[in-house]
């Protein structure tokens, strides 16, 4: 099934908000673990909602953040053709206008993050309000995205050395002035490789933020950034609060190369030359009884071991944040 609109997520997102569970957001560069993921998804019958972070597209792109745009949303569409779960497009961590304006253009995401949250609370307001107003003046089914508060830790290019909790009350103003269909709120999690037992989360904060937009008559859906390193009874408790969207990355990152890393070392005398044979990779062994063995090297075998495993990955984290067998489309 094709990727869908921004109507269609929220959809999802209202689903989750109703039955406590969390969509596990799936940041991607390049097609094994958009497959991957794509596979894990329909195994245990979960909604999939995929990332493109500027950098993710520049790669993609060999430089050019709109050509990887172009590529990879064309691939998603093609790819999820095979499958009968929902699949969905965010631009994750958005900052350049210019390039928020040519995927409103586009029209490829079925939602769009705009991350201003580095700059003042009003500026932060008066930015994401733009990106709402430019895609209502374009007509498209796009979700907008916002965060307010601060995570420690590298996420593409946005660096923050620490933590900055979101208040409970500036999130109503927030939302209200806006107009965003979501809110990323810091709670203590942490871009990057992060262990959760040594995080500072707060979950009263989410429950707090939740309480606080409910009063105000705003049901809107909370969104946890930096998840890859919390254990799963500190997610679950966050999925109490009104958190249903859950991002992912940094995890995927590292099972890709672990998976890599692992055949070929298990592997590394049929790829690298013994103590004695020149390491002759600009003649190919022409001049050594040694060669490589290809049923290691080709890429298609390590790239299927990395979709099983992503594949794996996901289902692990659909079942723990709820979204198996939750499906809308199937």
């Known amino acids: 099934m094709s990727f869908h609109s ?5 959809a999802v997102y209202d689903e989750a908000l109703e039955e406590g569970f969390g969509l596990v957001a799936s940041n991607i560069a390049e097609p094994n673990v958009m497959m991957g993921l794509m596979e894990g998804a329909s195994q245990v019958n979960s909604d999939l909602l995929l990332q493109l972070s500027s950098g993710a597209c520049s790669f993609a792109g060999n430089g050019d953040p709109v050509a990887g745009l172009k590529a990879m949303g064309e691939y998603i569409e093609v790819i999820a053709e095979q499958y009968d779960v929902g699949v969905f497009l965010n631009m994750d961590h958005q900052t350049d206008m210019e390039f928020i304006e040519k995927q409103v253009e586009l029209d490829i995401p079925s939602s769009i993050m705009i991350d201003a949250s580095h700059e003042p ?9 733009q990106v709402v107003e430019m895609i209502n003046s374009a007509g498209h089914d796009i979700l907008v995205e916002a965060e307010l508060g601060r995570i420690k830790g590298v996420e593409d290019e946005i660096v923050s050395e620490k933590a900055f909790y979101t208040d409970p009350e500036e999130a109503v103003e927030f939302v209200d002035q806006t107009g965003c269909d979501l809110l990323a709120i810091s709670v203590g999690t942490q871009h990057g490789v992060a262990k959760g037992q040594d995080l500072e989360l707060r979950p009263d904060i989410a429950r707090d933020i939740r309480q606080e937009l409910r009063d105000h008559g705003l049901d809107t859906p909370l969104v ?11 997610l679950q408790q966050l999925l109490q609060h009104g958190i249903c969207k859950v991002n992912k990355d940094t995890r995927y990152q590292y099972e890709y190369t672990r998976t890599a890393f692992d055949l070929y070392r298990e592997h590394t005398d049929e790829l690298v030359p013994p103590e004695g044979v020149e390491d002759d990779r600009d003649g190919f062994y022409n001049a050594s009884d040694w060669s490589p063995n290809k049923d290691h090297f080709d890429p298609r075998v390590s790239g299927r071991l990395i979709r099983e495993r992503i594949a794996e990955v996901y289902a692990d984290l659909a079942e723990i944040s709820g979204s198996a067998g939750e499906s809308r489309f199937t």
């Open 121 to 129: 609370f009003e500026e932060n307001i008066e930015t994401s309000r």
């Open 6 to 10: 921004g109507t269609e997520l929220g």
């Open 224 to 234: 946890l950034h930096g998840s890859s390193g919390i254990l799963p009874e500190q």
